[in-house]
């Protein structure tokens, strides 16, 4: 896998910015402990009905933060009950049941077969209370009975049943889950390949397979979905292994794991749910990765390439439709979990992310990973060089754009910035001004630069990876720009190649992040909770047009062909008599398209949701661009009103469509495109 250079810097970056959401060492390790006397006294609360306790998930593991808001999972199993492999350790008095599988059992499951108090027998051909028969007509336990009280669980979920009464609304956990199992004392035939497997690179180690090996195996009643027999069978459980092996982890080993929890929770779970990739397939597939590369490899300076190396690993096993266990390499944890629709979108995210190469990794919003991440690194992961970075004049020309695209570039920003009371028109007064508003601009011809380049890949209509490469690259650094404007062009560069998933992606990070957005610097509006006074002597005018301001959304005719459809009229709405009246010099962006931001990231989400025949969304999106225009003040009103008339042709509303062209005329009769 070829490693861009700026992956060491972004990985130790990366590695202390996750220390900021207490993912250091000395907390992992405080949590560890917590959760282990937390579950003994849970065993001591629970003695009286001899029942056993043990904490397992992401909260014994110390691998969740306040921002994933993870389960705590506890499963109870009762110390008067067994479960044997064959009948020679059989003792009386206990409830006893003897493991067997046949060829209908799929791989880690089992069928229980109950054994009398008295005897060392199996029992067969008795159906009363939790046996029933199976079809060699053997008593076996059903795995749909309960044997703990649910008096204060509010809902079942497979095996477990869940409370929510027993955390207050402070706690960063959603739910508390119990599971009732049976436990052996042994390991389980099925998993005897993994003692004895051949590992070159010597992890787990050999102590800690013998402490793994001894911790005993846990059968959950739950059946294979697949299975005619699924009333019967449990699962085999090896949640105490597991446990002791992300114990193991090193830091990089332990902070891949969680980033990768992230990415799924961010990119998988909202779009598939929380059913399809889970937590538990991202730990075997840590743990078939670490076992098969250097311990070398996992050092902080290579934490980016490691998630890389298990995003490559976890798109293999979608594209063969087989994860297989760790344990038990033969049972496939796909299998009840992939159609063909599902499999294909959930390869083609993960490949599209393998192909940003760690961009995404400043989207994720927990625990505000991704925006620091962004700050630590003072630039965007992008593989731009110096000369570039610094946007000269050179480089506009190199690449085509005139210098009085430039120069009206900067002008038209400054004209909506340099306003009384706005942020911009402070740091003016400031020594700090060419460093300052440099700063700021350049990131905005940067998002103009980038859709250039993309305009002129698309505009031949032949694949030029390496042109729209470059040309994500400039967005990405133009994203920065402020609260919106620069995301927006890069979400539209995304719809434009038909990537709808990670275009809504970057849609729902800008409404996720920012409660409203100010639709214009000119006004000089900021967020209400905050005083401008204060802001100005805190934080950097930078910071202050990144974080709480949102500038119009311009397209020069020269990224025409990275517009979209609907926008592309706003360019030609001058013509005839309009055309004579324009002042050259003040008047020149009358050729540009130029949309207010608030109401462009509803048009967007609108376009992205037909793209991906979400009808429903769609009819949202368009409900709050009709909001905007009603209750919002909007700078460029007539554009808002000729982009609600082609979503409302595009729906099909084609009276409703005109009515608000005419009303777009009515607002402007001169230089509108709803001619």
């Known amino acids: 896998m070829e490693v861009p250079d700026y992956y060491d810097m972004v990985s130790v970056r990366l590695m202390k910015v996750l220390d900021t959401a207490e993912l250091t060492e000395k907390i992992r390790w405080k949590r560890i402990e917590m959760w282990t006397q937390y579950e003994e006294l849970l065993t001591l609360a629970w003695c009286k009905n001899k029942v056993k306790c043990h904490i397992f998930g992401s909260q014994a593991e110390a691998t969740t933060t306040s921002g994933l808001r993870s389960d705590l999972d506890i499963v109870c199993h009762s110390i008067r009950s067994r479960v044997l492999e064959n009948l020679q350790s059989w003792e009386p008095d206990f409830l006893t049941v003897i493991m067997n599988m046949d060829d209908t059992t799929p791989p880690g499951y089992v069928k229980l077969q109950s054994v009398y108090y008295d005897i060392p027998f199996p029992v067969y051909n008795v159906q009363i209370d939790r046996l029933m028969l199976d079809r060699h007509g053997r008593s076996c336990l059903s795995s749909n009975c309960r044997t703990i009280s649910q008096d204060i669980y509010d809902e079942f979920h497979g095996p477990a049943f869940t409370s929510s009464k027993v955390f207050n609304s402070n706690t960063t956990l959603t739910s508390l889950d119990y599971v009732c199992a049976l436990k052996n004392i042994s390991w389980p035939y099925t998993a005897l390949e993994w003692i004895t497997r051949h590992r070159e690179h010597n992890w787990p180690s050999q102590e800690t397979?013998?402490?793994?090996?001894?911790?005993?195996?846990?059968?959950?009643?739950?059946?294979?979905?697949?299975?005619?027999?699924?009333?019967?069978?449990?699962?085999?459980?090896?949640?105490?292994?597991?446990?002791?092996?992300?114990?193991?982890?090193?830091?990089?080993?332990?902070?891949?794991?969680?980033?990768?929890?992230?990415?799924?929770?961010?990119?998988?779970?909202?779009?598939?749910?929380?059913?399809?990739?889970?937590?538990?397939?991202?730990?075997?597939?840590?743990?078939?990765?670490?076992?098969?590369?250097?311990?070398?490899?996992?050092?902080?300076?290579?934490?980016?390439?490691?998630?890389?190396?298990?995003?490559?690993?976890?798109?293999?096993?979608?594209?063969?439709c087989n994860c297989p266990n760790y344990f038990i390499p033969a049972e496939n944890m796909f299998l009840d979990k992939l159609n063909f629709p599902v499999q294909r979108n959930l390869f083609n995210i993960l490949h599209d992310l393998l192909r940003q190469k760690g961009r995404y990794l400043t989207m994720i919003p927990y625990d505000g990973i991704g925006q620091k991440l962004h700050k630590a690194c003072q630039s965007p992961i992008t593989q731009i060089n110096d000369e570039k970075?610094?946007?000269?004049?050179?480089?506009?020309?190199?690449?085509?754009?005139?210098?009085?695209?430039?120069?009206?570039?900067?002008?038209?920003?400054?004209?909506?910035?340099?306003?009384?009371?706005?942020?911009?028109?402070?740091?003016?007064?400031?020594?700090?001004?060419?460093?300052?508003?440099?700063?700021?601009?350049?990131?905005?011809?940067?998002?103009?630069?980038?859709?250039?380049?993309?305009?002129?890949?698309?505009?031949?209509?032949?694949?030029?990876?390496?042109?729209?490469?470059?040309?994500?690259?400039?967005?990405?650094?133009?994203?920065?720009?402020?609260?919106?404007?620069?995301?927006?062009?890069?979400?539209?560069?995304?719809?434009?190649?038909?990537?709808?998933?990670?275009?809504?992606?970057?849609?729902?990070?800008?409404?996720?992040?920012?409660?409203?957005?100010?639709?214009?610097?000119?006004?000089?509006?900021?967020?209400?909770?905050?005083?401008?006074?204060?802001?100005?002597?805190?934080?950097?005018?930078?910071?202050?047009?990144?974080?709480?301001?949102?500038?119009?959304?311009?397209?020069?005719?020269?990224?025409?062909?990275?517009?979209?459809?609907?926008?592309?009229?706003?360019?030609?709405?001058?013509?005839?008599?309009?055309?004579?009246?324009?002042?050259?010099?003040?008047?020149?962006?009358?050729?540009?398209?130029?949309?207010?931001?608030?109401?462009?990231?509803?048009?967007?989400?609108?376009?992205?949701?037909?793209?991906?025949?979400?009808?429903?969304?769609?009819?949202?999106?368009?409900?709050?661009?009709?909001?905007?225009?009603?209750?919002?003040?909007?700078n460029y009103k007539d554009t808002a009103l000729n982009l609600l008339a082609y979503c409302l042709k595009e729906d099909g509303f084609l009276v409703q469509s005109c009515a608000v062209l005419s009303n777009s005329m009515k607002l402007k009769n001169s230089n509108n495109a709803a001619k």
Request: aromatic share 12%.
């Open 209 to 320: 397979i013998s402490i793994v090996q001894q911790s005993g195996t846990l059968f959950v009643p739950v059946g294979h979905k697949l299975s005619p027999e699924r009333h019967l069978e449990w699962r085999i459980s090896l949640s105490y292994g597991e446990k002791i092996l992300v114990w193991q982890f090193n830091s990089t080993q332990y902070k891949c794991y969680v980033v990768l929890k992230m990415i799924n929770k961010y990119y998988i779970n909202k779009r598939f749910g929380n059913n399809v990739l889970t937590s538990y397939h991202w730990k075997t597939c840590m743990f078939y990765m670490i076992e098969t590369t250097p311990t070398v490899l996992w050092q902080p300076q290579t934490l980016l390439q490691c998630i890389d190396l298990c995003l490559m690993k976890m798109c293999n096993w979608i594209e063969e």
């Open 389 to 634: 970075k610094d946007i000269t004049m050179s480089v506009f020309s190199v690449v085509g754009m005139t210098l009085v695209d430039i120069h009206n570039t900067w002008f038209f920003l400054l004209r909506d910035g340099v306003q009384k009371n706005s942020p911009l028109f402070k740091g003016l007064s400031s020594n700090t001004v060419g460093r300052e508003i440099c700063t700021i601009l350049q990131r905005f011809c940067c998002s103009t630069l980038g859709s250039y380049l993309g305009s002129q890949c698309l505009k031949h209509r032949s694949i030029d990876q390496e042109g729209l490469d470059m040309a994500y690259e400039f967005l990405l650094f133009g994203s920065a720009s402020d609260v919106a404007s620069g995301k927006l062009k890069l979400a539209t560069f995304c719809l434009l190649q038909n990537k709808g998933i990670l275009a809504e992606n970057i849609l729902q990070n800008i409404e996720e992040n920012y409660t409203f957005l100010v639709s214009n610097v000119a006004a000089g509006k900021i967020k209400n909770h905050i005083d401008l006074r204060v802001v100005n002597e805190n934080i950097s005018t930078t910071d202050i047009v990144r974080y709480y301001c949102a500038f119009a959304v311009p397209y020069l005719p020269s990224e025409m062909y990275c517009t979209p459809k609907a926008l592309i009229p706003e360019m030609f709405r001058s013509t005839g008599s309009d055309q004579i009246s324009l002042n050259p010099r003040k008047d020149f962006w009358q050729s540009w398209a130029v949309v207010d931001p608030n109401f462009y990231l509803y048009f967007l989400q609108h376009q992205c949701y037909h793209q991906q025949n979400k009808i429903t969304h769609a009819m949202v999106a368009l409900s709050n661009m009709i909001w905007v225009i009603l209750h919002e003040q909007l």
